[in-house]
């Protein structure tokens, strides 16, 4: 059975309407788009990963600058 690429519920083929349903929040698909939203998702979350990393990263590096320039503001008083 599919999996509803938005929450995760079940999603059940609806023949009259040629569109499959999610059980859980009722968004409805036809096949077609089910696999290209799954694509979607699928590619979205990978470049989600990386730029999380990214901005993690960044923000350590501006803390590591802010935490250091601070100290030597410190050492001037
Ligand atoms: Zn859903």
Same mark, same amino acid.
């Given at each position: =059975?599919?999996?509803?690429? !938005?929450?995760?519920?079940? =999603?059940?083929?609806?023949?009259?309407?040629?569109?499959?349903?999610?059980? &859980?929040?009722?968004?409805?698909? &036809? /096949?077609?788009?089910? %696999? /290209?939203?799954?694509?979607?998702?699928?590619? +979205?979350?990978?470049?989600?990963?990386?730029?999380?990393?990214?901005?993690?990263? /960044?923000?350590? !590096?501006?803390? %590591?600058?802010?935490?250091? &320039?601070? +100290? &030597?503001? !410190?050492? %001037?008083?």
């Amino acid at each position: =059975m599919a999996r509803c690429p !938005e929450c995760g519920g079940f =999603m059940k083929y609806h023949s009259a309407i040629k569109q499959v349903v999610c059980q &859980s929040c009722g968004l409805s698909l &036809s /096949r077609h788009e089910l %696999d /290209r939203y799954w694509k979607k998702v699928r590619s +979205e979350n990978i470049s989600e990963d990386d730029d999380m990393q990214q901005k993690k990263n /960044r923000r350590k !590096e501006w803390l %590591d600058w802010y935490s250091s &320039s601070k +100290e &030597s503001k !410190e050492k %001037d008083y």
